[in-house]
């Protein structure tokens, strides 16, 4: 597994098996949290939703630290993500960000020609992203000691996607085609946005996250081919630089769609490389390396149906997981907003009481 430069305090977080396992280190159980744990599926979240806009909620730490603690508390899970979105960060970088109820995020004025790169301020100055580091010292603050907080970022092929398509897509081919036929403005693209995702990891860091997760969600609608090509030099920069100042906060690398890249995302980097429900866990674990910690990966429809299926369905993937360390359980992606609270709670319950890893 990874060596690690281990903080000299050790904090009560640091024996948890949320931290050991992201260390591949052997753990009592399994650990557990959820991609999207606090979200519209959740009645506490919906509540303060009638009140606040989504960026606005986004933008208040007191209330962001407070919808994800009521998700950890209800849930009973290994770990906390802030509550936070992958798009904030593109504000100071000179785009208009707006949320439409219905429509899912809008960028106005997108990057469509190689004129508009230049316009895209890197960040350096990380004062306007200010309530976001608020959110993770106040997470911290007000979590269980025991537990570790996660922080987040979108990755540069997501993040441009949005900036290039001017919000989400199915095929993301304005973005392909500009990647494909404006290489030069495309890697200045990519480049001020891996320093400037970089810089926003460490001082998540700074302000009290114990692990951080690189999300890399639209990034399957590229080949292996054009993902080592135009991508994975941008991302190896980016966990260069957090693992360069901070050696010893694990990073998960998570990416969805291809299962083909899972090896070059392991090129890439991360201490664990987060997994979709597309390819089996233990074939994922084979393609990325038994010397990397694996995050996954069931499907978040099983979650729509019964807790006998649950059961079922987290039990096939302990299976072919065994004993081995360095495993997170996980979703494949993030829990859909229809799924009833119960149903999860019993996931969590699941997990918990499914086995031990060991050396």
Not at 24 to 34: A, D, F, S
Not at 88 to 95: N, S, T, V
Not at 245 to 260: D, K, Q, R, S, V
């Given at each position: 597994?990874?060596?690690?430069?281990?903080?000299?305090?050790?904090?009560?977080?640091?024996?948890?098996?949320?931290m050991?396992?992201?260390?591949?280190?052997?753990?009592?159980?399994?650990?557990?949290?959820?991609?999207?744990?606090?979200?519209?599926?959740?009645?506490?979240?919906?509540?303060v939703?009638?009140?606040?806009?989504?960026?606005?909620?986004c933008?208040?730490?007191?209330?962001?630290?407070?919808?994800?603690?009521?998700?950890?508390?209800k849930?009973?899970?290994?770990a906390?993500?802030i509550?936070?979105?992958?798009?904030?960060?593109?504000?100071?970088?000179?785009?208009?960000?707006?949320?439409s109820?219905?429509?899912?995020?809008?960028?106005?004025?997108p990057?469509?020609?190689?004129?508009?790169?230049?316009k895209?301020?890197?960040?350096?100055?990380?004062?306007?992203l200010?309530?976001?580091?608020e959110?993770?010292?106040e997470?911290?603050?007000?979590?269980?000691?025991l537990?570790?907080?996660?922080?987040?970022?979108?990755?540069?092929?997501?993040l441009?996607?949005?900036?290039?398509?001017g919000?989400?897509?199915?095929?993301?081919r304005?973005t392909?085609?500009?990647?494909?036929?404006?290489?030069s403005?495309?890697?200045?693209?990519?480049?001020?946005?891996?320093?400037?995702?970089?810089r926003?990891l460490?001082?998540q860091?700074?302000?009290?996250?114990?692990?951080?997760?690189?999300?890399d969600?639209?990034?399957?609608?590229?080949?292996?081919?054009?993902?080592?090509?135009?991508?994975?030099?941008?991302?190896?920069?980016?966990?260069?630089?957090?693992?360069?100042?901070?050696?010893?906060?694990?990073?998960?690398?998570?990416?969805?769609?291809?299962?083909?890249?899972?090896?070059w995302?392991?090129?890439?980097g991360?201490?664990?490389?987060?997994?979709?429900?597309r390819?089996?866990?233990?074939?994922?674990?084979?393609?990325?390396?038994?010397?990397?910690?694996?995050?996954?990966?069931?499907?978040?429809?099983?979650?729509?149906?019964?807790?006998?299926?649950?059961?079922?369905?987290?039990?096939?993937?302990?299976?072919k997981?065994?004993?081995?360390?360095?495993?997170?359980?996980?979703?494949?992606?993030?829990?859909?907003?229809?799924?009833?609270?119960?149903n999860?709670?019993?996931?969590?319950?699941?997990?918990?009481?499914?086995?031990?890893?060991?050396?």
């Amino acid at each position: 597994m990874t060596e690690y430069i281990l903080p000299e305090k050790q904090h009560p977080w640091e024996s948890g098996p949320m931290m050991r396992a992201a260390r591949g280190l052997e753990t009592e159980r399994v650990p557990v949290w959820l991609m999207r744990q606090a979200g519209r599926y959740m009645a506490e979240y919906r509540a303060v939703r009638e009140k606040t806009t989504f960026l606005e909620l986004c933008k208040n730490p007191t209330l962001a630290a407070e919808v994800m603690l009521a998700a950890v508390e209800k849930l009973k899970v290994d770990a906390a993500i802030i509550f936070s979105d992958l798009l904030p960060i593109l504000e100071p970088m000179g785009f208009n960000v707006e949320f439409s109820v219905g429509e899912g995020p809008v960028i106005h004025r997108p990057v469509r020609e190689a004129a508009d790169v230049a316009k895209v301020r890197e960040l350096e100055d990380l004062s306007p992203l200010d309530f976001v580091f608020e959110t993770v010292a106040e997470t911290r603050e007000r979590l269980d000691d025991l537990l570790p907080v996660i922080g987040f970022a979108g990755a540069p092929f997501t993040l441009a996607g949005y900036a290039i398509e001017g919000g989400s897509s199915r095929d993301f081919r304005t973005t392909k085609v500009f990647m494909l036929t404006q290489e030069s403005a495309w890697n200045d693209l990519l480049g001020k946005i891996a320093r400037s995702v970089a810089r926003y990891l460490n001082a998540q860091i700074k302000a009290g996250a114990q692990i951080v997760q690189l999300f890399d969600s639209w990034v399957g609608c590229l080949s292996a081919d054009h993902y080592r090509r135009f991508v994975q030099p941008h991302v190896k920069v980016l966990i260069d630089m957090v693992k360069m100042e901070h050696p010893e906060t694990p990073l998960i690398h998570f990416g969805t769609g291809n299962p083909a890249l899972l090896p070059w995302m392991r090129e890439a980097g991360g201490n664990v490389i987060g997994v979709d429900w597309r390819i089996p866990i233990d074939k994922a674990w084979e393609m990325i390396g038994h010397d990397r910690a694996v995050q996954g990966n069931l499907d978040p429809t099983v979650l729509l149906t019964d807790k006998k299926t649950i059961r079922r369905e987290v039990q096939m993937i302990m299976q072919k997981v065994g004993n081995r360390p360095g495993f997170i359980f996980n979703l494949g992606h993030g829990i859909l907003p229809q799924t009833p609270v119960e149903n999860v709670v019993h996931l969590v319950e699941t997990v918990k009481t499914s086995g031990k890893t060991s050396r």
